[in-house]
C-alpha cells in the first residue's frame, strides 16, 4: 500500500481557496488518487479521484504533481458545509485504507 | 436509489451478547466493505467481497467478528461475545469494482455501545 503524509489540520476562511496537499511518494504506477472527506457525524463521501492528470468536478479540482508522488485537492471557494475531514487515498483496486486525513475547519 | 442502508443505526448491548449489523448495498454494485470508527484508531478497513466472495478479511480484529455476504444486496457483521473495547461506528460502503478507481458509497453508519 503506499503510504500517504497529510496536514493534520487545515483552516481557510470562508469565500476563500483551500489547498489541501498530499504526500503519495511510493505510488505505484496504476494507483489511482483518491479523495473523500467526512462531514461531522456523517460517513465518508467521494470527492474526486484521478490517474495523472488534473481533474475537475461540480465539488473540487485535483492536481497531481507530474511525478505523481503528490497532489493536491482545491476547494475553489469555501464553504462553512465544507468543514470536515479530508482524506487521501491511492490505490487501483478494493483495497481502500484510510489514514488519518486532515481536519478542515473554515471560519465564517 | 436510497443509497446504503445500514440498521441498526445505533445499537447498545451488554458485554458478551451477540450483534449483528446489517447492510444493504447499493443495487448493482459488485463490491461491499466493511469498516470501523474510533476516536483512537480511526477509519479501519475490516473487511472486502467481491461479487459476494471475500477478498480480504485480514482487518478483522480477531475471531469474534465474522461477516457474511450471502447474496447481492445483503451483507452482515457480527460479533459474538461483544466487548466493551469493540465500541465503535461500523461503516457499510459499497462500490462498483473494475475500472480500476473506486467510488464508494457509504451508508450512515451503525454506532454500536457494548456496556
Known amino acids: 500500500d503506499a503510504k500517504t503524509t497529510q496536514p493534520n489540520s487545515m483552516e481557510s476562511n470562508e469565500e476563500e481557496p483551500v489547498h489541501l496537499p498530499c504526500n503519495h511518494s511510493?505510488?505505484?504506477?496504476?494507483?489511482?488518487i483518491h479523495w473523500y472527506r467526512q462531514l461531522p457525524s456523517q460517513g465518508p463521501e467521494y470527492v474526486i479521484h484521478?490517474?495523472?492528470s488534473n481533474v475537475n468536478n461540480r465539488m473540487a479540482s485535483l492536481a497531481i504533481a507530474e511525478d505523481r508522488k503528490s497532489s493536491t485537492l482545491i476547494l475553489h471557494r469555501a464553504t462553512l458545509r465544507d468543514a470536515a475531514v479530508y482524506y487521501c487515498?491511492?490505490?487501483?483496486?478494493?483495497?481502500?485504507?484510510f489514514g488519518a486525513g486532515t481536519r478542515l475547519t473554515v471560519k465564517p | 436509489d436510497a443509497g446504503v442502508i445500514q440498521s441498526p443505526r445505533h445499537e447498545v448491548t451488554e458485554m458478551g451478547q451477540e450483534v449483528t449489523l446489517r447492510c444493504k448495498p447499493i443495487?448493482?454494485?459488485?463490491?461491499l466493505f466493511w469498516y470501523r470508527q474510533t476516536m483512537m484508531r480511526g477509519l479501519e478497513l475490516l473487511i472486502y467481497?467481491?461479487?459476494?466472495?471475500?477478498?480480504?478479511d485480514s482487518g478483522m480484529p480477531e475471531d469474534r467478528f465474522s461477516a457474511k455476504m450471502p447474496n447481492a444486496s445483503f451483507s452482515t457483521l457480527k460479533i459474538q461475545p461483544s466487548e466493551p473495547r469493540d465500541s465503535a461506528v461500523y461503516f457499510c460502503?459499497?462500490?462498483?469494482?473494475?475500472?480500476?478507481?473506486?467510488?464508494?458509497?457509504f451508508g450512515a453508519g451503525s454506532r454500536l455501545t457494548v456496556l
Open positions: 467481497f467481491n461479487n459476494n466472495v471475500p477478498i480480504d
Open positions: 443495487s448493482g454494485h459488485n463490491s
Open positions: 487515498i491511492p490505490g487501483n483496486n478494493n483495497d481502500m485504507r
Open positions: 511510493t505510488i505505484s504506477g496504476t494507483d489511482y
Open positions: 460502503a459499497s462500490s462498483h469494482y473494475g475500472s480500476g478507481a473506486n467510488v464508494l458509497t
Open positions: 484521478g490517474l495523472t
